[in-house]
């Protein structure tokens, strides 16, 4: 169908350039984004030492499990609720509240005895410094041109992998004083990235004529105006399925190569390569996979996915292992900045903090189930295992291609809402641009 072409044309301001062009164009808001980013994820330490703080207090190992378990499902609820704050007041005011309550109530985990009580602090804690995270890519979108997008999400992404591979050594440095100092110090990181979110973030801004009549005009408001995108639902399907997929190499792969009779080393070297490789490629590798149609990065960003986890399927000697590890971690350097800058791409202004956190609850969702289900699922099936995962794969990629669509097309809702946004465009046709969301690259993003 012709409407389903891309045209290679159309060039979007500041497309194609590499990473230092693109930071050199970067708003000081944004590199301050940026860089709270990092010391927020800098300073997450509480998922990573949950299991040894809870067996340190004296509970039990199932029980310490259940409260990681908890603290997962807070992520997926926090960036549903942030994305509803951030439309809602606006990415500062979600973020301050985001870090000053995390802040607040993780040093109150200290002095917690109570189990119940404790789970409902982790829970909590977990929703709230979630909050930020729609925030951040909904403000990113706002203040990066269209065509640097991609590379900006990279760059974020970049960010938060940095915090994730410096944690774990800061960690083990402040638990072997105390673990008061290690709460003490995420609630420190917590406060100095409220700060620079109070210093450099923009307020609310005011009311946008063009969008207020556009969102007076939707059938449907909120998070049911994001569902009534029936193509984005095809998106976060392909998000969550992906996800699910993505990390069984955390759950189940160790035990793969366990029952398989090699060494833990080489699931450390898994590990270790991914992580490395996909800092130092992916920036890199953006520069060029940006220039690429969109559903081209989808259907190689999701199912190459499957190809790694179907190397596996052959058999788990270290070559296989090497090799499909090589390309799932090639899928996530491929497709994770489109996958993640996609949300601003394609949301209505009004509406770039639910898109976004729509998209987070759905990547949340799938870490939370995955590991379960994938643990389940190799118990009962053994190696075939790793067919049905590249299968789930395949499906996702096939859900990608259904919902990713270009910026410039119109959101795929239901007719009504088609027939409405075309009457609000009637009703303002004498405004300087066309308001309707997906209107243009501009309006899009």
């Known amino acids: 169908m012709s409407e389903e072409r891309e045209p290679s044309s159309t060039k979007q301001p500041g497309e194609g350039l590499g990473a230092i062009a693109t930071w050199r164009q970067t708003s000081v808001t944004s590199k301050a984004l940026l860089f709270g980013v990092f010391v927020n994820r800098l300073g997450a330490f509480l998922q990573i030492f949950l299991v ?81 995270r729609p925030a951040a890519q909904a403000m990113l979108a706002e203040l990066t041109k269209p065509g640097q997008l991609v590379m900006t999400m990279a760059m974020y992404r970049l960010a938060i992998n940095l915090g994730t591979a410096v944690t774990p050594i800061v960690g083990v440095a402040l638990v072997s004083v105390s673990y008061n100092l290690l709460f003490w110090a995420e609630a420190f990181a917590a406060v100095l990235y409220s700060a620079i979110a109070w210093k450099f973030l923009p307020g609310k801004a005011a009311p946008d004529e063009s969008a207020e009549a556009a969102r007076a005009a939707e059938p449907k408001q909120g998070y049911r105006a994001v569902l009534a995108d029936w193509r984005y639902d095809f998106y976060l399907a392909a998000v969550f399925l992906v996800t699910i997929v993505y990390c069984q190499y955390i759950a189940v792969l160790p035990l793969a190569i366990v029952d398989d009779g090699l060494s833990l080393w080489w699931y450390s070297l898994v590990v270790s390569a991914n992580a490395v490789v996909v800092a130092v490629c992916e920036v890199p590798a953006t520069k060029y996979v940006q220039k690429w149609p969109l559903r081209v990065t989808a259907i190689a960003g999701f199912g190459l996915v499957a190809v790694g986890y179907g190397v596996y399927a052959i058999a788990l000697i270290p070559v296989l292992l090497i090799i499909g590890t090589i390309i799932w971690t090639a899928s996530e350097i491929i497709g994770a900045p489109t996958t993640f800058a996609y949300p601003g791409m394609v949301a209505p202004p009004h ?95």
């Open 52 to 132: 040894l703080f809870m067996t340190h207090r004296g509970f039990t190992a199932g029980q310490a499990g259940f409260a990681l378990g908890v603290y997962g499902a807070g992520h997926v609820l926090g960036s549903f609720v942030g994305g509803w704050l951030t439309d809602r007041l606006s990415a500062r005011a979600a973020t301050l509240i985001s870090m000053l309550g995390s802040a607040a109530l993780i040093v109150s985990i200290l002095y917690i005895n109570v189990y119940w009580v404790i789970l409902l602090a982790i829970l909590t804690v977990s929703t709230v410094s979630q909050l930020n």
């Open 351 to 445: 509406l770039r903090g639910r898109y976004s956190g729509a998209m987070l609850s759905a990547f949340g969702l799938g870490n939370a189930v995955g590991p379960a289900v994938g643990v389940w699922a190799w118990s009962h099936i053994g190696q075939t295992f790793w067919l049905w995962a590249a299968a789930v794969a395949i499906l996702s990629a096939v859900c990608a291609r259904i919902g990713m669509r270009r910026p410039d097309e119109q959101p795929a809702t239901t007719a009504t809402s088609e027939a409405t946004s075309e009457a609000a465009s009637e009703t303002m046709s004498d405004s300087p641009s066309d308001a309707r969301p997906g209107a243009s690259p501009e309006a899009a993003t």
